[in-house]
């Protein structure tokens, strides 16, 4: 019975690094894979509905650690709690860029949220490997070793992200990417930058919104290659007697070796194709590998407790899981660069006319609400 709840939390964990590393990631990537401001729409776009059904599995983590295991949420917590504050931010931030980035449509205010998910992203990720790190090397947070391990975790985020973006950031057939005008010159279906054009789009403005998949398909290979190199360093640091303090050496040994596999898949020239498999196996053995290696503390738990938390979560968890497939088979689609996320809605200029941007009439708000789903049309090229 004492397997049971350590299974199960280490279920919600793998949950959660398998799925957050496609929105972390991506939102790291953001400078790198966003330039233009209907990729940066785009972009957001792909990432907000995700973050949703992520953050359950690591607030069900969290309640099965304060609820079950007491002594390890004292042991892992209560010695980084500076590394966690600072999970904590990061995590608020992001989540705040997501949410306020399309509320208004100055290019201000777009930039400041844009920061905030950039920074966000990169905290959590980084935290994140700090805490695997310190874990794994007895605690200790100022050590070669443990700064190697939170540098894989950084890459192994990254390499999800741009697996995800891949897949994600590949325009829909019929809308465009307004930001930088027409191709050649030619409007499509009107004006440029209409809202709600259903006009045919050349395939060369296609092609040119692809850009920004393209370049995440090709950075999987390099961020492979990049985390096979940072993993053998942190093998070797690891390998020093007294580094793995008071763990399970050959437990964490096989992780890292499930993780070369994984990288290794990636590294090659078909490397972009298994980059969807290959980083979620990577992503999903690092929480039971930092777990079983740094031999973290888990009492039994009473039968009483146990009893409770199963009827309390038995009818959720399926719940959880068959909404989160959904969510994924849904979300696997290329994104839009429109909807409650991405683009503010736009305002109604006198005559019925929709006007964004410095175009909009006097006395009209920048601050719009917004209807979920958004116009799948054109996007307005001023957001």
């Known amino acids: 019975m004492e397997l049971i709840p350590v299974l199960f939390l280490t279920a919600l964990l793998v949950g959660y690094f398998v799925l957050a590393g496609c929105d972390v990631g991506l939102g790291m990537l953001m400078p790198y894979l966003a330039r233009t401001r209907g990729e940066r729409r785009r972009a957001v776009s792909a990432a907000a509905p995700y973050f949703l059904g992520t953050e359950v599995w690591l607030v069900g983590a969290i309640g099965v650690v304060a609820g079950l295991f007491p002594e390890l949420k004292t042991a892992v917590v209560t010695g980084m709690w500076p590394v966690f504050s600072a999970l904590l931010a990061g995590w608020l931030l992001r989540d705040a860029g997501l949410w306020f980035r399309a509320r208004a449509e100055a290019p201000s205010w777009h930039g400041l949220w844009d920061a905030a998910i950039v920074g966000g992203s990169w905290t959590i990720a980084v935290c994140w490997g700090l805490v695997g790190g310190a874990l794994l090397a007895g605690g200790t947070l100022a050590s070669p070793f443990a700064a190697a391990v939170a540098a894989l975790v950084v890459v192994l985020f990254l390499l999800r992200g741009a ?31 209409s809202v709600g054009s259903v006009g045919t789009v050349p395939a060369a403005r296609v092609a ?22 940072v993993l053998a360093v942190a093998v070797l640091l690891g390998a020093f007697p007294g580094t793995l303090d008071g763990g399970l050496p050959l437990a964490a040994a096989a992780g890292a070796a499930l993780v070369a ?34 031999a973290l ?15 309390a979560l038995a009818p959720v968890v399926p719940l959880m899981v068959v909404g989160q497939v959904a969510l994924y088979r849904m979300l696997r689609r290329p994104a839009s660069a429109t909807g ?28 719009r609400p917004t209807a979920v789903g958004g116009p799948q049309g054109r996007e307005s090229h001023g957001a």
């Open 163 to 193: 697996a995800f973006g891949a897949e994600r950031l590949v325009p829909p057939g019929r809308e465009a990417d307004d930001a930088d005008g027409p191709v050649g010159g030619d409007a499509v279906g009107g004006a440029a930058g």
């Open 208 to 229: 040119q919104t692809a850009v920004s998949a393209d370049a995440a398909a090709r950075l999987t290979r390099v961020l492979a290659r990049a985390g096979l190199a």
């Open 261 to 294: 596999v994984a990288l290794a898949a990636t590294a090659g020239t078909e490397g972009p194709g298994r980059s969807r498999h290959a980083s979620a196996l990577a992503m999903g053995v690092m929480a039971p590998a930092v777990g079983v290696g740094a």
């Open 297 to 311: 503390p888990v009492e039994p738990v009473p039968g009483a407790v146990l009893t409770l938390v199963a009827v």
């Open 340 to 367: 409650f996320f991405a683009q503010a809605a736009p305002a109604v200029g006198v005559g019925g006319g929709a006007r964004t941007g410095a175009g909009r009439p006097a006395g009209i708000s920048r601050f």
